[in-house]
């Protein structure tokens, strides 16, 4: 994944994605599925979008100064599903999807048929999952992520509405009704590489093969494409969504209170992982030593790892935690420890976790080295607020935490 930052650019790469040559210049994929150009779960009317909770499949305003329509001529000669949600403007260029054997997987669309049939009348358990029907489910994960995120965290319906009034209060909720942004949260979901690779190059520049995350004038994007799942043999839809899962809620911490990602990386990171692993922990994009099989490769089994780092006192400490500044910064295995301690802050006292969110996104303006300082004295303060506790006391309430609760299997 990747963030821009405080104006600079700066890439986070997932593990095992490799930056190769000019992707952006590929020519299209011609071999692509075509789909209806109405949905047919809806029909396009007014009553049953109302009862999915879709304002509209388009055309609509996408980010900065393109709009979705600028996004399809972009993409020309492939077929994209697009729908607005309350939070979300979704662009989906994925082919029908085969649901394989994996019981987990099965049991998840299971479930997520079932949801979908409330709102949607028309939607049939089925085995082959058509373009818009696999829309419509990213559509309803990412919803239920933002309710699940707002709730846990106690943001209140419409805290974020008024926030002119609300600003002018002291409480700085930054510049839009959407988690502090002007405009939605967009996801592009692209079935190839050379169509992510086509907008990413056209819309910032910038190249990449796997997944990109990108902080516009008026919101945060979020795009990966299903191509490199396969390839890295990822290939199931449920290791798309557990990335997916992980990439939007470093988008909802970045432009919280519209900080400019001022959240501290091991938070961000962790949490990234934590709302992965409730997934799916088998397909967590750090598994610490490049994972390719989850079946094959018990490495996704992060709870007796963390509890052997503990034990052999290997664990890098809270106070060196404090100081990363990006990806370059963590180790594969410190992704582990920083999911751990996450993990900790999640149950430990849930009703504090308001107040946790709000200390660690002060909005930071500083640039460069004052930055990075002025990120570390935003976690020292909330650590005397929150906690009363130094980092090494931190460190050892964890560690007590992570003896009594993690299994050695």
């Given at each position: 994944m990747f963030c821009i930052r405080g104006g600079r650019r700066r890439a986070l790469v997932t593990l095992f994605a490799?930056?190769?040559?000019?992707?952006?210049?590929?020519?299209?994929?011609?071999?692509?599925?075509?789909?209806?150009?109405?949905?047919?779960?809806?029909?396009?009317q007014?009553?049953?979008?109302?009862?999915?909770?879709?304002?509209?499949?388009?055309?609509?305003?996408?980010?900065?100064?393109?709009?979705?329509?600028?996004?399809?001529?972009?993409?020309?000669?492939?077929?994209?599903v697009f729908i607005e949600t309350a939070h979300f403007r979704l662009a989906s260029t994925l082919a029908s999807y085969k649901i394989s054997e994996d019981q987990v997987e099965k049991d998840l669309f299971e479930a997520e048929f079932a949801a979908l049939r409330k709102k949607l009348p028309r939607v049939k358990p089925v085995t082959k999952v058509d373009p818009w029907l696999r829309a419509h489910l990213y559509a309803q994960r990412l919803e239920a992520e933002y309710a699940d995120f707002c709730q846990r965290f106690g943001i209140a319906d419409g805290e974020f509405a008024d926030v002119a009034t609300r600003n002018a209060q002291g409480a700085a909720l930054g510049m839009g009704p959407y988690l502090g942004q002007k405009e939605?949260?967009?996801?592009?979901?692209?079935?190839?590489?050379?169509?992510?690779?086509?907008?990413?190059?056209?819309y910032t520049g910038l190249e990449h093969p796997f997944s990109y995350r990108f902080k516009f004038s008026d919101g945060y994007f979020y795009g990966t494409n299903f191509e490199a799942f396969k390839e890295s043999n990822r290939g199931l839809d449920i290791a798309l969504y557990t990335s997916v899962a992980g990439a939007v809620v470093q988008n909802f911490l970045a432009g919280f209170r519209d900080s400019n990602g001022a959240v501290p990386e091991w938070f961000s990171y962790g949490l990234a992982h934590w709302y992965?692993?409730?997934?799916?922990?088998?397909?967590?994009?750090?598994?610490?030593?490049?994972?390719?099989?989850?079946?094959?490769?018990?490495?996704?089994?992060?709870?007796?790892r963390v509890l052997g780092l503990v034990k052999n006192d290997a664990s890098v400490s809270w106070e060196q935690m404090m100081h990363w500044t990006g990806l370059a910064d963590i180790k594969p295995r410190e992704h582990m420890i920083a999911w751990s301690r996450v993990d900790w802050l999640m149950q430990r006292k849930p009703e504090s976790l308001h107040e946790i969110l709000f200390a660690l996104t002060e909005p930071v303006a500083a640039q460069g080295a004052d930055r990075e300082h002025a990120r570390l004295e935003m976690q020292t303060r909330a650590q005397q607020k929150l906690w009363n506790m130094s980092p090494a006391a931190l460190d050892d309430a964890w560690r007590a935490w992570v003896l009594k609760t993690y299994s050695k299997k």
């Open positions: 490799l930056c190769v040559s000019s992707f952006a210049h590929a020519r299209q994929d011609t071999s692509i599925e075509k789909f209806e150009a109405v949905d047919p779960y809806t029909k396009g007014r009553e049953l979008m109302d009862r999915a909770g879709y304002v509209s499949f388009g055309p609509f305003h996408w980010a900065a100064e393109h709009s979705s329509e600028d996004l399809r001529k972009t993409l020309d000669g492939t077929p994209i939605k949260f967009t996801v592009l979901l692209a079935q190839s590489r050379s169509a992510f690779s086509r907008y990413l190059h056209t992965g692993r409730r997934i799916d922990a088998r397909w967590n994009e750090w598994n610490a030593g490049g994972a390719t099989n989850a079946d094959e490769d018990k490495q996704w089994m992060w709870e007796p």
